[in-house]
């Protein structure tokens, strides 16, 4: 009889912070189009994570998670993010409907000696295609936006980490009794990524 292991592969602070700030984007991304805030044919479908995934072609858009995803990369690498959260708001009013909320728990001692871990880089997909598959069935549990939205995004860090100029700080934009939804975490062993969406109560429920 065979026996078999499963390969570990090497995963440095850089490359973990790489794995998680692209996961943000592609989440980004595939919340925007299954939630409608964008048009359907402003995305483009291509492959990741062994799943169909879709990109807006916004260049706005494109250029904001760009920006976004380096600026996290460097706030992961330095063991400073505590989470990440994408805003969907009524355009209207500005009323907060979903908050996406991605929470980051950070190896310290990796931080600290830069001392790598080992985690199959093909267990990490998995874990990661199990979320975006979450994101993608939303629509079966989250209520109709049914008005034009947009977004924003909350990053949460350590205080003592400067804050580049085109951040400012903001409220929390948080919901009043929000209804909540745990989403699966993901694992890099450098860091732990937890995904949670809550969203407004939908006044039906309430009847």
């Not at 939205?149 to 990053?155: E, I, S």
Request: glycine share 4%.
């Amino acid at each position: 009889m065979a026996s078999r292991t499963v390969t570990k592969d090497i995963i440095t602070l850089k490359g973990s912070a790489a794995i998680v700030s692209e996961f943000f984007g592609y989440a980004a991304n595939s919340i925007l189009y299954n939630r409608g805030v964008y048009p359907e044919e402003s995305f483009a479908k291509v492959k990741k994570y062994g799943l169909p995934m879709l990109l807006t072609q916004d260049d706005g858009v494109k250029s904001f998670l760009t920006s976004l995803t380096t600026q996290l990369s460097e706030w992961l690498e330095n063991g400073k993010l505590q989470r990440i959260v994408l805003v969907i708001m009524s355009k209207a009013t500005s009323e907060v409907l979903e908050r996406w909320n991605f929470s980051v728990e950070t190896d310290g001692e990796v931080v600290e000696t830069g001392v790598p871990r080992e985690k199959s880089d093909k267990e990490i997909m998995r874990e990661i295609q199990v979320i975006m598959r979450q994101i993608a069935s939303c629509v079966t549990y989250l209520p109709c936006l049914d008005e034009p939205c947009v977004f924003d995004v909350l990053a949460y860090t350590d205080k003592d980490m400067p804050v580049p100029f085109t951040w400012i700080e903001s409220d929390a934009k948080l919901i009043k009794n929000p209804q909540m939804v745990k989403l699966h975490s993901f694992d890099t062993k450098i860091h732990k990524v937890n995904t949670l969406v809550s969203f407004k109560n939908d006044e039906w429920d309430e009847e």
